[in-house]
């Protein structure tokens, strides 16, 4: 497994609001830290004392179970305290504000914000107005950092880098922020991105991205080293950007027979959770050529190392403040 | 800086500690010993001594490598250095296992006892036992060393650096 | 006498009157009396105005003044405050206030605490449609009459070509009466929070197309040509916008615009943080867009420039930029901003920036302002070109800090705000 260069290297953000200002050898710094706490999930006592005495909220403004749960385990396993605080809420309907809110969470004591909001840049706005550390879980269309964070975690581990690998993103990349996050890591490591999906489905200067793009999957499966799927979130449809499901799935599912054109060793993958039969066949995600489950548990790996490095630096800055 | 031990001096230390390993372990067909080194010079120095063990014994000799990072008792220390976390690579189970734990200097003793509670999350071992190449004065913890090669009394304004080739590029012992 | 007053040795710019030198101007009874070097002026105020310019009040034909309704915001006293220390002598209010204005009421009400602020002129236009739905024409006569200075539904833009185009003919029997248009096609805005283009991309915010203002701005020029009705861009944001503009205009057809500060100044890139003050409807575009709009300016596309000063309580910008309401509050700072926008890189000269702040605009709400011409009422506006200042939010008279522009250092003071003859405003 390639390793970053660390002559002259430190981590210095006690953020991680995305992945797009952050540098290459930043991105391997987090996931060489993540194969460090790989093995604390391994073994019988799935825990260890960094951020004992540390507490964590989940402040999470929109359905999420998995990536809930996923943080919510990071943080247990690293021994520190995890409060949470879901509320269903539109950033339009009227009561406490966001700010409000974090400020409220901030008096009594919080050390690490992760924030899960509908809003694009609603963790940027948190990280300018509280001292706590804030982790983005996901904000709008913008970014979800540690959902790209585990996607290159898998694919390194299965291929050893990303450097050169042909990777396609399939979906609705315009209501994406998976799409973008990925898009920025995965580039920054080198790997060669092409987008797929209806032209509908593309935002409006995805000719000015470092990727390319393809209306047409069967036109380049079969130079795939891995493929990540994304879910078509019905809820974000309603402009019908595409006539009918079975024609989205006629030209970009997932099915056993495209999976003929691919190359037998091609990395099948979904951020979850998957809608089976529609971007992807159950065959093709319980089968041979699935790291679906292997993302899930790099996540919390991929999570503690980002819990570990934000708590980390918070701490150098306040050194550099005194 | 001073050299106070050169490749030499090195060698024959590490000699010394096999011996001594060896000698205390009676049943080793049975339950052999685990050598565990701690990051990073310690791992060095493990590999070291389990390679001349395993010689010595003549039985396999297990050989892993702990990172205690995430067990330091000054992690959290306001003003504390970034702390980078590395893998633990510990290929065997622990339980039930006599435990040469490896390091290069013991000097405070915090060290290990963050490696003490790194393995005890791991497992229940035997035993442990510690092993270094040099052991100074200036103790904070009820702790020592089983296997001890060279002892120095030192200032608490001076360190000790140990040098390995496969890491430094020589073997030596220098004091700053 | 009172309302008496000497302006002496400034360099006087009345564009409309083609002057442009050093001389003294004199006000008597409030109004102007001449511009010359030889007043007996006994006993008159004297305001000595060496090495300063001395223009013709400065009009903003496009502020918010937020009342009533939101007058936690803006009120008509505290927008008239802003506004004379902005060196505006008259500023058009926008409709879109809660109740809207539109009736011939909302309008006599506008008037009368415009008065009693006792700042600035302060004019109105009155919503093209009831509630500004966009559906029935409000009274238009009956606002007209009240005194309101054109119509819009600004905030909103009239959606129905059948209803835009009916409030085109119907105004032409006013004869000199602008409809104006915040020009946006709704259907391809969406929810559009920003340019749509490469930020918006990257930012994973929806945005605003420009073809939504391009669209409007050529189908209301098409409806123009069937009435002789005066007809107003307001805030041309747009390359695309401002060609149609040109082309209509070389057409010869009775069609005005307007661009803002932040259209001249800001580009999209600035929302890349996030950050609220810059979320502005139209929204800010890109670099060829500036150059576009400031080409315009220099070939005299643009008729005028205007704030679209739009105040909003600090916690609603510290909302999510989804979530927060679009504006910027720069009535205090705009004059400054033009400055550095068109003056200072050599787009324009004098004369014609202050034209672009007092005739121009006087001509497009037809009122008989914007120049020194004997009789008109005495509004001057005197500031120092050279004096630089850091603009400061904290410092406004608004009720409002959403300043981009805050901490920026700029150029060109407003030294005295004179309405009437009587000194509204002094730097001092």
Redesign the interface.
């Known amino acids: 497994m390639k390793t970053a260069d660390k002559t002259n290297f430190q981590w210095t953000h006690k953020h991680l609001l995305g992945l797009k200002d952050l540098s290459a050898q930043e991105i391997e710094f987090i996931l060489d830290t993540a194969k460090g706490f790989e093995q604390i999930s391994t073994r019988s006592i799935k825990k260890a004392p960094p951020l004992r005495g540390k507490v964590v909220v989940n402040l999470f403004f929109e359905d999420s179970t998995r990536t809930r749960t996923s943080f919510s385990l990071a943080a247990n396993r690293l021994s520190a305290d995890v409060v949470e605080f879901t509320m269903k809420t539109s950033s339009v309907s009227k009561g406490e504000t966001l700010l409000d809110t974090a400020r409220n969470l901030e008096a009594m004591g919080i050390d690490i914000v992760v924030i899960r909001h509908n809003a694009g840049g609603a963790p940027k706005l948190l990280s300018r107005s509280i001292s706590a550390c804030v982790v983005n879980a996901g904000d709008g269309y913008n970014e979800h950092p540690t959902q790209a964070l585990l996607d290159c975690y898998t694919i390194r581990k299965q291929l050893g880098t990303l450097k050169g690998k042909k990777i396609a993103i399939v979906g609705d990349i315009a209501h994406s922020r998976v799409a973008r996050s990925n898009i920025w890591a995965m580039t920054k490591l080198g790997a060669e991105v092409t987008l797929v999906g209806p032209p509908t489905l593309m935002p409006s200067a995805v000719d000015k991205l470092p990727v390319k793009i393809s209306y047409s999957l069967d036109d380049i499966i079969g130079e795939l080293d891995a493929i990540n799927m994304l879910r078509i979130q019905f809820e974000r449809m309603a402009n019908n950007p595409f006539p009918s499901v079975r024609e989205y799935s006629h030209y970009f599912g997932l099915t056993v027979d495209r999976m003929k054109k691919a190359r037998p060793d091609m990395l099948v993958m979904h951020p979850g959770p998957i809608n089976r039969g529609l971007e992807m066949e159950s065959e093709v995600a319980d089968g041979p050529n699935s790291v679906i489950l292997d993302q899930v548990t790099n996540g919390i790996a991929v999570r503690m190392a980002v819990l570990y490095l934000v708590s980390q630096a918070n701490q150098i800055v306040g050194q550099v403040k005194s | 800086m001073e050299i106070i031990l050169d490749s030499q001096k090195i060698s024959q230390i590490i000699n010394t500690l096999v011996d001594q390993i060896a000698k205390s372990v009676s049943d080793s067909s049975q339950n052999p010993p685990a050598i565990i080194g701690i990051r990073s010079r310690g791992e060095i120095l493990g590999q070291r001594l389990a390679k001349l063990l395993v010689q010595r014994l003549g039985c396999e000799v297990p050989c892993g490598v702990l990172?205690i990072?995430?067990?330091r008792d000054d992690?959290?220390?306001?003003?504390?250095?970034?702390?980078?976390?590395?893998?633990?690579?510990i290929g065997f189970d622990i339980n039930d296992k006599l435990l040469i734990l490896v390091d290069d200097v013991l000097y405070t003793g915090r060290s290990t006892r963050a490696a003490m509670?790194?393995l005890i999350?791991?497992?229940r071992p035997k035993a442990i036992r510690l092993a270094v190449l040099v052991e100074r004065d200036g103790r904070e913890f009820p702790i020592q060393a089983d296997f001890a090669g060279h002892k120095i009394k030192l200032p608490p304004d001076k360190n000790v650096e140990v040098n390995f080739i496969e890491s430094d590029g020589i073997d030596r012992v220098i004091v700053r | 006498m009172a309302n008496d007053l000497l302006i002496k040795n400034g360099r006087v710019i009345d564009p409309l009157n083609n002057v442009n030198k050093v001389a003294d101007v004199l006000i008597r009874n409030g109004v102007f009396a001449g511009v010359g070097d030889k007043f007996n002026a006994n006993g008159v105020k004297v305001i000595d105005a060496t090495g300063k310019f001395v223009t013709p009040g400065l009009i903003d034909i496009h502020v918010h003044f937020r009342e009533p309704g939101d007058e936690e915001e803006e009120t008509i006293a505290s927008g008239s405050a802003a506004a004379v220390r902005g060196g505006f002598t008259s500023v058009v209010a926008m409709p879109n206030t809660d109740p809207p204005i539109d009736n011939a009421t909302s309008v006599e009400y506008v008037h009368r605490m415009a008065r009693q602020a006792r700042k600035t002129h302060v004019y109105t236009m009155g919503a093209i449609t009831k509630n500004r739905a966009g559906e029935q024409l409000s009274e238009m006569g009956l606002m007209r009459q009240a005194g309101a200075v054109g119509f819009t539904d600004d905030g909103s833009c009239v959606q129905n070509a059948a209803v835009m185009s009916r409030a085109l003919k119907y105004a032409s029997m006013f004869g000199d009466v602008v409809v104006s248009q915040h020009c946006e096609e709704a259907s391809l805005a969406g929810k559009g929070v920003m340019n749509s283009g490469y930020q918006s991309t990257i930012l994973g915010l929806p945005g605003l197309d420009r073809l939504a203002e391009e669209m409007i701005i050529w189908r209301d020029i098409q409806l123009v040509k069937k009435t002789a009705t005066p007809y107003h861009v307001q805030h041309v944001s747009t390359a695309g916008g401002i060609k149609i503009i040109r082309e209509a205009k070389q057409q010869g057809l009775p069609v005005t615009c307007e661009v803002t500060p932040h259209h001249l100044l800001l580009t999209e890139q600035c929302v890349c943080d996030y950050d609220t003050n810059y979320k502005v409807n139209p929204p800010l575009r890109t670099e060829d867009d500036i150059n576009a709009l400031k080409q315009a300016v220099r070939d005299g596309i643009v008729d005028a420039l205007a704030s679209d000063h739009a105040p909003h309580l600090q916690s609603e910008k510290e909302l999510e930029f989804l979530a927060a309401p679009f504006g910027i509050a720069s009535l205090e700072c705009a004059f400054a901003l033009y400055i550095k926008a068109l003056i200072t890189p050599g787009v324009i000269d004098w004369p014609q920036l202050i034209a672009m702040m007092t005739c121009r605009p006087a001509g497009i709400i037809h009122i008989n302002k914007g120049s020194m011409t004997a009789g008109v009422q005495g509004d001057v506006t005197i500031f120092d070109p050279n004096v630089e200042y850091i603009v400061d939010a904290a410092q406004f008279k608004s009720k409002s800090r959403n300043c981009p522009y805050n901490g920026w250092k700029v150029k060109g003071k407003i030294e005295y705000t004179i309405v009437q003859g009587e000194v509204r405003y002094s730097s001092e």
């Open positions: 990172d990072t995430l067990y992690l959290n220390k306001a003003g504390g250095a970034f702390a980078e976390v590395r893998s633990t690579e509670d790194a999350d791991l497992g």
